[in-house]
């Protein structure tokens, strides 16, 4: 069988910063036209390109391939992981693809890079921390120079549709840790949440406000609705609830976390490919494009689903959570200086056993 060409990026193209999380970088592509190719593309102090927002926003091609059109580039961090793409792709295409249908996914395809867009891509992070538009706790990381290729990721942005709106939501436990103590008043998510809240209250920091994901899989509408509420950036709760209520792919990762229940203090071992995989079900992203005409389809896809690795102190890290939440009781509740969130606590509490006859 002939393996098929491996894709490149043309030399000439022009990148613009979008986002970043702790291990990669997202880029859009600017199209630029063929006579005027640096038109609006603006130069910082240190002659650094940051072409401007509406060049971001353009829904024009230009120049730009058609393998790239609908698409944004991911480039990797230098971290401690430091996990080729190569084989961030090969676990993925084998482990993760196999688990939902294409269009549940952000797909992702190597590309290789031409020489110096890293070094050059670098420039742009370092100009736009001193320009103050890089997250704070961003600062000072840059792309791995070692790293030849990129990631062609689905575009889940509206940049395509500026009427439509996109809510990322990151769905986490869906169902507890078969760890936590039976009486728990906390799902796994909102007990962690409130030891984390707790921490950064004492040091003076903003705590994070945020949903139990026990009421995004609720069989209750309200409950959905209720979790709706609290999801950033969600201008449409009520729509947003229609959308997510029995959602199938929702359903799905949680049919996923629950063949893969063995995660907290028991279960394969910790380093081992099972309980990779179950925690990398237990923090993807999950993208719903929503059009603005309501009768328009709805794009939902999940996205950061890298294969974790237990190695470099992260399964001591999962186990020592789970041990903390269990020991200081962040499960029971017993910390709590403000009302929590959680599904567990009070009228919401999801039935244990919906099967049973009453
Ligand atoms: O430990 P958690 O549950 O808070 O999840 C971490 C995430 O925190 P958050 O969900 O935003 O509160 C955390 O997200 P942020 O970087 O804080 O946005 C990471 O996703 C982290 O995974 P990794 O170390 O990048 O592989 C996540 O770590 P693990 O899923 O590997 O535990
Ligand atoms: N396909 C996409 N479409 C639109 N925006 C995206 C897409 N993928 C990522 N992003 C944006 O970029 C951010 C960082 O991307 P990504 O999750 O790949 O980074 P990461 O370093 O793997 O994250 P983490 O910190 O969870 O490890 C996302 O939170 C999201 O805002």
Redesign the pocket.
């Known amino acids: 069988m002939t393996k098929p060409s491996l894709l490149e990026l043309p030399p000439g193209v022009q990148l613009v910063y979008?986002?970043?999380?702790?291990?990669?970088?997202?880029f859009r592509f600017v199209a630029t036209a063929p006579s005027k190719p640096t038109s609006g593309i603006k130069k910082d102090a240190k002659n650094i390109s940051i072409p401007p927002p509406s060049t971001i926003n353009s829904t024009e091609h230009g120049n730009l391939p058609a393998r790239f059109h609908g698409k944004?580039l991911?480039l990797r961090?230098e971290t401690a992981a430091d996990l080729p793409y190569t084989e961030i792709v090969r676990n993925f295409d084998t482990i993760i693809r196999p688990l939902f249908r294409p269009d549940e996914l952000?797909d992702q395809t190597l590309v290789r890079l031409p020489e110096g867009l890293l070094a050059r891509c670098n420039e742009q992070l370092r100009a736009i921390e001193r320009s103050g538009a890089r997250p704070a706790k961003r600062h000072g990381a840059s792309l791995c120079l070692t790293e030849p290729f990129g990631l062609l990721?689905?575009?889940?942005?509206t940049a395509g549709d500026p009427g439509a709106t996109?809510t990322?939501l990151?769905p986490k436990w869906l169902i507890q840790s078969p760890s936590a103590p039976a009486t728990a008043l906390r799902c796994r998510t909102c007990a962690l949440r409130e030891m984390k809240n707790q921490r950064a209250r004492r040091r003076g920091q903003n705590e994070q406000r945020s949903f139990c994901p026990l009421d995004l899989v609720s069989d209750r509408f309200e409950n959905v609705l209720h979790a709706t509420g609290r999801i950033k950036g969600c201008k449409d709760r009520t729509r947003l609830a229609r959308i997510l209520y029995r959602n199938p792919t929702l359903l799905k990762l949680q049919s996923h976390q629950k063949a893969r229940r063995d995660v907290g203090l028991h279960g394969p071992p910790p380093q081992s490919r099972e309980m990779s995989l179950a925690m990398t079900l237990r923090?993807c992203?999950m993208?719903v494009k929503i059009p603005q005409d309501e009768k328009s389809p709805v794009e939902i896809?999940l996205?950061?689903l890298?294969l974790k690795i237990g190695a470099g102190g992260k399964a001591e890290y999962w186990r020592d959570m789970e041990t903390q939440l269990i020991n200081h009781g962040w499960y029971r509740g017993c910390n709590n200086q403000t009302p929590s969130e959680c599904a567990l606590q009070g009228p919401r509490r999801p039935n244990p056993n919906p099967n049973a006859l009453t």
Request: aromatic letters at 4%.
């Open positions: 979008l986002a970043e999380g702790g291990a990669n970088v997202i944004l991911r961090k952000v990721i689905t575009d889940m942005t996109l990322e990151k923090d992203t993208f896809r996205g950061d890298d």
